[in-house]
């Protein structure tokens, strides 16, 4: 804020420079106690007050904005916080002024109602300072609170069912429109007969040959069992005259033939038969083995690295060794003579040493008389 004074010095003490200075001081603080908070920016979650509030000395926080409940306070259970813009006197917040006590609720208390009542809504505000039955529970019980359970025959209702009675019964909770089912009964069909699903509803309160069974042979009411080689057909196939037999109720397995085993494999005979109706590679493939530490290769060869693959289950010289290269590829040097072409080395690198011999000198030879050495 900006101000002007204009006055006139006609007393001469007033033309001083020490009463100037003072004056300016006066003018001064007179100033800084007139600021307002109309320049001051409060920040977020703090309500701003009346910009012509005037601040104590430089404006700041305490001076010019105020605390809002919604960022600033949380309400203890029992309580309903007032609306998030709700001003507070001060920088601080207290319970009276964001928070309305509207009692506790059947939640925040944990109520646990007795046998045979329903819980109401966690939220449900209790009507005192504490909750109670009439408060948190409904006095008409539900099939699932009792945990009523229904007799063979008879479908269970909804669990959320309202029972009549503080005790509930069949008539509450269960519905003898299902009737009794072929399983739930363990109806046995007789020799000749198939049975059905055992879901299949019968047609009145007990179950008979016409609800559970149905005529004719069957591979599973035969209890017809395949041998070694062959996969049994779905139980409910049926027979072909009186008696069920090979053709009627079983597959033939496949035969290794079908399958194609990866490299470093071996497959089994063609003719082996697989125990179910696809052929596995465990069963058609052997892992072929591998060279080792210990194979033995001929004079002449060198051993491959023990890990590589055989081409069979047997390992031989091919797979497990290398021929040494011969002589032939050696250039002797000058003073020596070479050996004969088809020598082996002895390794899989030819030495000079193995394939060229040191031409003789002449230290060995003795002059006759009459030449000189």
């Avoid at 669990?159 to 299902?178: E, H, K, Q, R, W």
């Avoid at 491959?304 to 069979?312: E, F, G, H, L, N």
């Avoid at 002589?327 to 040493?353: K, M, W």
Wanted: with cysteine.
């Amino acid at each position: 804020n900006h101000f002007f004074v204009s006055f006139s010095c006609d007393i001469p003490h007033m033309r001083s420079p020490a009463f100037g200075a003072l004056l300016a001081v006066a003018l001064l603080a007179t100033a800084v106690s007139a600021l307002t908070c109309d320049t001051f920016t409060c920040p977020s979650g703090f309500h701003a007050k009346p910009l012509s509030t005037l601040c104590q000395s430089e404006c700041n926080l305490w001076d010019c904005c105020s605390l809002t409940c919604g960022e600033a306070y949380h309400c203890p259970s029992g309580y309903t916080a007032n609306p998030s813009g709700t001003t507070c006197a001060n920088v601080t917040c207290f319970e009276s002024e964001c928070c309305t006590w509207a009692g506790p609720t059947c939640g925040s208390v944990s109520y646990v109602c007795p046998m045979g009542y329903t819980p109401k809504n966690s939220t449900t505000l209790c009507g005192s300072s504490f909750c109670n039955l009439t408060d948190c529970c409904t006095d008409q019980p539900t099939c699932g609170v009792v945990g009523y359970i229904c007799p063979m025959g008879y479908a269970e209702k909804s669990a959320s069912t309202s029972c009549a009675t503080a005790g509930c019964n069949l008539t509450d909770c269960c519905t003898d429109s299902a009737g009794p089912t072929c399983g739930s009964v363990s109806y046995v069909c007789p020799m000749g007969y198939t049975p059905k699903n055992s879901t299949t509803l019968c047609g009145s309160s007990f179950c008979n040959l016409t609800d559970c069974c149905t005529a004719g042979l069957t591979c599973g009411g035969m209890s017809y069992v395949c041998p070694q080689g062959y996969t049994a057909k779905n139980a409910t196939t049926s027979c072909g005259s009186t008696f069920c037999n090979l053709a009627d109720c079983c597959m033939a397995n496949p035969t290794c033939s079908t399958v194609s085993c990866p490299s470093g494999h071996t497959s089994s005979s063609t003719g082996t038969v697989c125990s179910s109706l696809s052929c596995s590679q465990s069963e058609c493939c052997a892992a072929n083995p591998t060279c080792g530490s210990s194979f033995m290769c001929a004079t002449g060869r060198t051993t491959k690295v023990a890990s590589t693959v055989c081409s069979s289950l047997s390992c031989s010289q091919t797979d497990c060794c290398t021929a040494n290269p011969t002589c032939s590829t050696i250039t002797c040097p000058s003073g020596f003579t070479a050996s004969s072409a088809s020598t082996v080395c002895s390794s899989l690198s030819c030495r000079q040493a193995e394939c060229c011999t040191a031409n003789p000198t002449c230290s060995t030879i003795t002059c006759p008389s009459g030449f000189t050495a």
